[in-house]
C-alpha cells in the first residue's frame, strides 16, 4: 500500500536561515512525488515533483527537493526563508506501477517563518 | 476556465439535509479526484474518477456519501442526511491524461449546523 509520512507536525524557523521539511514515503515500483503549498483559506498550490532523472529538484517560490531512493525520502528544501514561506506544506505519493495509481498525501506540516 | 472551478465556495446547512457539492475540472483533464480536509487536518482521500468511471471508492466514508461524474466535465459530491462531522473542505483536483500533477480547486467549505 502507498503511504506518506511527514514527521514534523511543525517546523519553526528564522528568517534567512535554511530551511528543510522532511518526507517519506512507501510505494511499490518507482514513485512520483509531489509538494504542495497551501496558504491559508486557499486551494492546495503545487510546488515541484520528481519523476525520473535528477534527484534534486527545483520548483516554485526557490524551493528545491532531493530524492533519495535508498531513505525513500524526498525532503523540501529552501536556503534562506522568507515570512511569507509560512504555509502548510503537504507531500504526496503516486506509485507508477499497475494501471492505476491514487494520488496519496501526508498529514502537512505547518512552516513558520519568524522575523 | 483557467483552472478548477468548484462550488458553492461555502455551505451552511442544517443536520439532516443533503447537500451537492459541484466540480468543474480543467478542461481536457480526464482524472478527478475528491479529498476531504478537516480544520487544520491532512487531505483525506475520497474518490477518483478516470472519465466517468470511478475505480477507486474506497475513501468514501458512509453509504451517505456518492459522487458522479459526466463524461470528461463536471463532478457532484452528495452528501445525505448531513451530520455535524461532515463539515470540513471539500478538494477536488484534476490532472490530464499521462500528466502527473494533479491542480486543486479552492475548495467547499461546508458547515453542518
Known amino acids: 500500500a502507498q503511504s506518506v509520512a511527514q514527521p514534523e507536525d511543525q517546523v519553526n524557523v528564522a528568517e534567512g536561515n535554511p530551511l528543510t521539511v522532511k518526507c517519506t514515503y512507501s510505494?511499490?515500483?518507482?514513485?512520483?512525488l509531489f509538494w504542495y503549498v497551501q496558504y491559508p483559506n486557499r486551494g492546495l498550490q503545487f510546488l515541484l515533483k520528481?519523476?525520473?532523472?535528477?534527484?534534486l529538484v527545483k520548483g516554485s517560490y526557490g524551493f528545491e527537493a532531493e530524492f533519495n531512493k535508498s531513505q525513500t525520502s524526498f525532503h523540501l528544501k529552501k536556503p534562506s526563508a522568507l515570512v511569507s514561506d509560512s504555509a502548510l506544506y503537504f507531500c504526496?505519493?503516486?506509485?507508477?506501477?499497475?494501471?492505476?495509481?491514487?494520488?496519496?498525501f501526508g498529514a502537512g506540516t505547518r512552516l513558520a517563518v519568524h522575523p | 476556465g483557467a483552472g478548477v472551478s468548484q462550488s458553492p465556495s461555502n455551505k451552511v446547512t442544517e443536520k439532516g439535509k443533503d447537500v451537492e457539492l459541484r466540480c468543474d475540472p480543467i478542461?481536457?483533464?480526464?482524472?478527478l479526484y475528491w479529498y476531504r480536509q478537516r480544520l487544520g487536518q491532512g487531505l483525506e482521500f475520497l474518490i477518483y474518477?478516470?472519465?466517468?468511471?470511478?475505480?477507486?471508492k474506497s475513501g468514501l466514508p458512509s453509504d451517505r456519501f456518492s459522487a458522479e461524474r459526466t463524461g470528461e466535465s463536471v463532478s457532484t459530491l452528495t452528501i445525505q442526511r448531513t451530520q455535524q462531522e461532515d463539515s470540513a473542505v471539500y478538494l477536488c483536483?484534476?490532472?490530464?491524461?499521462?500528466?502527473?500533477?494533479?491542480?486543486f480547486g479552492q475548495g467547499t467549505r461546508l458547515t453542518v449546523v
Open positions: 483536483a484534476s490532472s490530464p491524461r499521462g500528466g502527473t500533477e494533479a491542480f
Open positions: 510505494v511499490s515500483g518507482n514513485p512520483y
Open positions: 520528481y519523476i525520473t532523472g535528477d534527484n
Open positions: 504526496a505519493v503516486r506509485g507508477v506501477s499497475g494501471g492505476y495509481n491514487k494520488l496519496i
Open positions: 478542461s481536457g483533464h480526464t482524472a
Open positions: 474518477f478516470q472519465g466517468n468511471s470511478a475505480p477507486d
